[in-house]
T-cell receptor, first 114, second 114 residues
Framework: DTGVSQNPRHKITKRGQNVTFRCDPI?????LYWYRQTLGQGPEFLTY????????KSRLLSDRFSAERPKGSFSTLEIQRTEQGDSAMYLC????????????FGAGTRLSVL | AQSVTQLDSQVPVFEEAPVELRCNYS??????LFWYVQYPNQGLQLLLK??????LVKGINGFEAEFNKSQTSFHLRKPSVHISDTAEYFC????????????FGQGTELSVKP
């Protein structure tokens, strides 16, 4: 069990650029979640997958955001035309797939938009 | 709307003193409750969870929490804190049939002083 892995750990970009983050969940975990955490706040749900199917997206996930999980393994989160308000920590978590199963979190990707 | 409220944003306490971090959630018929801890530059680590059964749950590092359905609370306690307990603590809830997505409180910063 190598845990949930997120890359990169830090990303600095200029406003208007596109960025992509990757999350590798714990193997055999079929659910994968993305959250966003801004300074001084708790994480906020963005979206989740069960296997390769994206089952729910938050209203926080604007059209500039897209997430994929091809083949039901790793996932990517892309932000197009970044804005300064996108600066945050993006957290990924995975679980075995029932509501009560524990979500295991990665260390996160910290995005800074200049 | 479903929500979690952590009543204290910061809790300073001296080493070896007891501590209570307060959490209230919006009412629902079926709810699962969690406490996570976040150390600087790290992901969230599960401290404990309430799924069903005994309302007093014990977690790692000597923490415990009590589920109180009538008061919709899930307060976290530790009888004697250590310097190493200094961290951000998050209360979270997930509701039955909601895909397991977590709704987090704003967090409580626990600062243990020598």
């Amino acid at each position: 069990d190598t845990g949930v892995s997120q890359n990169p750990r830090h990303k600095i970009t200029k406003r208007g650029q596109n960025v992509t983050f990757r999350c590798d969940p714990i193997s055999e975990h079929n659910r994968l979640y993305w959250y966003r955490q801004t300074l001084g706040q708790g994480p906020e749900f963005l979206t989740y997958f069960q296997n390769e199917a994206q089952l729910e997206k938050s209203r926080l996930l604007s059209d500039r955001f897209s997430a994929e999980r091809p083949k039901g393994s790793f996932s990517t989160l892309e932000i197009q035309r970044t804005e300064q308000g996108d600066s945050a920590m993006y957290l990924c978590a995975s679980s075995l797939g029932s509501t009560e199963n524990i979500q295991y979190f990665g260390a996160g990707t910290r995005l800074s938009v200049l | 709307a479903q929500s979690v409220t952590q009543l204290d944003s910061q809790v300073p306490v001296f080493e070896e003193a007891p501590v209570e971090l307060r959490c209230n959630y919006s009412s629902s018929v079926s709810v699962y409750l969690f406490w996570y801890v976040q150390y600087p530059n790290q992901g969230l680590q599960l401290l404990l969870k309430y799924l069903s059964g005994s309302t007093l749950v014990k977690g790692i590092n000597g923490f415990e929490a009590e589920f109180n359905k009538s008061q919709t609370s899930f307060h976290l306690r530790k009888p004697s804190v250590h310097i190493s307990d200094t961290a951000e603590y998050f209360c979270a809830v997930t509701y039955y049939n909601q895909g397991g997505k977590l709704i987090f409180g704003q967090g409580t910063e626990l600062s243990v002083k020598p």
